[in-house]
């Protein structure tokens, strides 16, 4: 009963967070604005004393401390994703009073993150005690320019790669050592993916376009150095991604359904949803 509650929770979550993306977006830019007037205001303050008196004619005498309330599950992430780990803490539990810096802050915590972790935290609860594992993984190599065949750029090696079975997207190690890792979304954007022989390298390349009468469309090439074997799963799965089919285990469909919103609250890295 738990992991059927667990999961009807995770799902229903999932589409709150979705239905508020445009209220979020629309708010950031008031909640930027402020802090910036917020900001010069503190900075005309020029003499010591008057700053001084500001910010104690501000604070309050006795200060009170804010929990959430309702039961808290804290979803954190792995080097494959957000979601991957899930735990129940209490309201008072320090990760909840405090800001873990990093330069990845801001994009760990939008929307398009929150899904994510939703996502993989009800395929985990549908296949408990099993850690999830990449549909396909290894290295491959990203070539950086527009004519491979002529020499108009070069080829990177990308150590790492893998695509997650209930993901539409490609992903590969962050090189500056963040957790969260790069990320290339093939699902949705009309991409096709296609056997290629570049001629710089040989049969084993993959050519991901967008499908389109416009020149100026990204494509993307990589190339696998795995040989044929490792080419046969990379082009399979890269093809399912961009033909937005999920792998098994699969996330719940909640987008053309109605859900009714969690009774409960769930926290994540800070935030909660109700």
């Not at 309201?91 to 899904?115: G, M």
């Not at 491979?148 to 209930?166: Q, R």
């Not at 022989?197 to 084993?204: A, D, I, L, R």
């Not at 399912?240 to 609250?265: H, I, N, Q, Y």
Request: hydrophobic content about 40%; aromatic content about 8%.
């Amino acid at each position: 009963k738990n992991v059927e509650a667990a999961k009807a929770a995770a799902g229903a979550a999932a589409s709150v967070a979705a239905a508020g993306a445009a209220k979020a977006a629309a708010g950031a830019s008031a909640l930027a604005g402020k802090f910036s007037s917020m900001m010069s205001k503190k900075a005309s303050a020029s003499a010591p004393d008057a700053y001084e008196a500001n910010e104690e004619a501000s604070e309050p005498a006795d200060l009170v401390d804010l929990f959430v309330p309702g039961k808290i599950y804290h979803l954190r992430r792995s080097p494959r994703g957000a979601g991957t780990y899930a735990s129940v803490i209490r309201h008072d539990a320090p990760t909840l009073a405090r800001i873990e810096l990093s330069s990845s802050y801001v994009e760990d915590h939008t929307l398009v993150e929150y899904k994510e972790a939703l996502d993989t935290f009800s395929c985990q609860m549908n296949n408990v005690g099993v850690m999830m594992a990449p549909e396909v993984e290894g290295a491959l190599e990203i070539y950086d320019g527009y004519a491979p065949d002529y020499g108009v750029g070069s080829w990177k090696e990308a150590p790492g790669c893998f695509i997650m079975p209930h993901e539409l997207c490609l992903k590969r190690p962050d090189k500056e050592g963040e957790l969260m890792p790069l990320k290339t979304e093939l699902g949705g954007g009309g991409y096709v993916a296609e056997k290629y022989e570049f001629k710089s390298k040989g049969p084993w390349g993959i050519k991901i376009e967008v499908k389109s009468d416009d020149k100026k469309a990204k494509t993307l090439r990589l190339y696998v150095p795995g040989g044929e074997a490792e080419h046969v799963k990379w082009l399979a799965a890269i093809q399912r991604c961009c033909d937005g089919v999920l792998g098994t285990p699969a996330p719940p469909d909640v987008t053309e359904k109605e859900v009714a919103k969690p009774k409960k609250s769930f926290v994540f890295g800070g935030h909660s949803f109700f």
